[in-house]
C-alpha cells in the first residue's frame, strides 16, 4: 500500500462522509459547509487522477461560486440558529430504502461488466490541448457547445435578473416624466 | 482489488449520486434539496473523468462533458436561487409545500 493509494482512500472518505453529513444534518449552514468539503475531496480526486484543470475548475466553479452562492441565500432566506424540521421517520425509512436498493442494484451491475481497460496509460491532458479542441472547428472540435453554452450563460443571467428583480411599485406618473424624488402630488 | 482503479471511483460517484438521491426525497428545504442535486451532479462528471481516465486515455471527450455540465450547473444553481429568494419574498418560508403557489 503506498503513498498514493492512501492519498485515494483519505479523499474518499472525506468526500463521502462529508457528502453523508450534508444531507442528514438539520443544521442548514452546516450542510453547506459539509457540502463545500464533498467537493473539495471531488477537486482532490480529480487532482488524484491527474486532469489537473478540471480540479482547478472544480475548485473555481463550485468551491468559490456555487456554494458561496448557496451559504449567501441561506442567510437571506434562514433565521438564525432555526433548524430544519423533522421529516416523519416513515419518510425517512422509505427513502433509505429505496436508495440502497437502487446502490446495490447499481454497484452489482457495474462489478459484474468486465471493462476493457487499453494497456496503454495516456499522457496528462495540458491545458494548451485542451483550448486548441475546445475551439477547433473540425470533426472533433468543441466550438459548437462552446457557443451554445455561453448563450445559455447569457439567457440564464437575463432570466436571474428578471426572477429575482423587486416588482415595482406602481405609479400614476406617466413613466417617461416621472423623476425618483418627485412624487408629483399637490 | 486494494490497489484503487476504475471499479473504485464507480463505487464512490455510485454512492455520491445515491447519497444525494437520499437528500432529495428526504428534504423539504428548497436550498437543501439543490445541494442534493449538486452532490448528483458530481457523482455523474466524477463518472465522466473516470471513464475518460480508464478506458479512453487517448480521448478528451469525458473531460469536455465534464466542463459543459459544470458550466450548466453554474447557470442551473444561479437560476434555482433566484427563484428561491423570490419564493421567500413572497411566502417567507422556502419550504417545497409552497412551491405550488408559484404556478398562481
Redesign the interface.
Known amino acids: 500500500m503506498n503513498g498514493s493509494t492512501v492519498i485515494f482512500y483519505l479523499l474518499a472518505a472525506l468526500t463521502l462522509v462529508n457528502g453523508v453529513l450534508s444531507v442528514s444534518t438539520r443544521q442548514i449552514f452546516r450542510a453547506a459547509i459539509y457540502l463545500l468539503f464533498t467537493l473539495i475531496g471531488i477537486a482532490g480526486l480529480y487532482f488524484w487522477l491527474n486532469y489537473q484543470f478540471i480540479a482547478a475548475v472544480q475548485v473555481v466553479v463550485y468551491v468559490g461560486g456555487i456554494v458561496v452562492l448557496i451559504i449567501f441565500s441561506i442567510f437571506l432566506t434562514q433565521q438564525a440558529g432555526e433548524k430544519l424540521q423533522k421529516q416523519k421517520i416513515g419518510r425517512k425509512l422509505f427513502a433509505a430504502l429505496a436508495v440502497f436498493c437502487g446502490f446495490g442494484l447499481t454497484i452489482i451491475q457495474v462489478y459484474q461488466h468486465a471493462f476493457y481497460e487499453p494497456a496503454e496509460t495516456g499522457v496528462p491532458v495540458s491545458v494548451a490541448a485542451i483550448g486548441q479542441k475546445m475551439l477547433s472547428m473540425n470533426d472533433e472540435g468543441y466550438a459548437l457547445p462552446f457557443e451554445v453554452v455561453s448563450m445559455l450563460l447569457l439567457a440564464a443571467m437575463i432570466g436571474c435578473i428578471v426572477i429575482a428583480m423587486k416588482e415595482k411599485k406602481i405609479t400614476d406618473n406617466e413613466p417617461g416624466t416621472s423623476s425618483p424624488d418627485h412624487t408629483g402630488k399637490e | 482489488m ?3 482503479g ?7 460517484s ?10 432529495f ?5 428548497l ?2 434539496m ?3 442535486i ?2 448528483i451532479l ?1 457523482s455523474v ?2 463518472n465522466f ?2 471513464f475518460n ?6 480521448k ?1 471527450d469525458g ?2 462533458f ?3 455540465i ?10 434555482a ?6 419564493l ?2 413572497s411566502h417567507q418560508s ?1 419550504d417545497v409545500g409552497n412551491a405550488e403557489d408559484l404556478k398562481y
Open positions: 486494494l490497489a484503487p476504475l471499479y473504485h471511483i464507480l463505487f464512490i455510485a454512492a455520491l449520486f445515491f447519497i444525494g438521491v437520499y437528500g426525497l428526504t428534504r423539504r428545504n436550498i437543501t439543490l445541494m442534493s449538486e452532490l458530481n462528471n466524477l473523468i473516470a481516465k480508464y478506458l479512453w486515455p487517448q478528451m473531460l469536455f465534464t466542463v459543459f459544470i458550466a450548466i450547473a453554474a447557470a442551473e444553481a444561479a437560476l436561487i433566484a427563484i428561491i429568494i423570490n421567500y419574498r422556502i
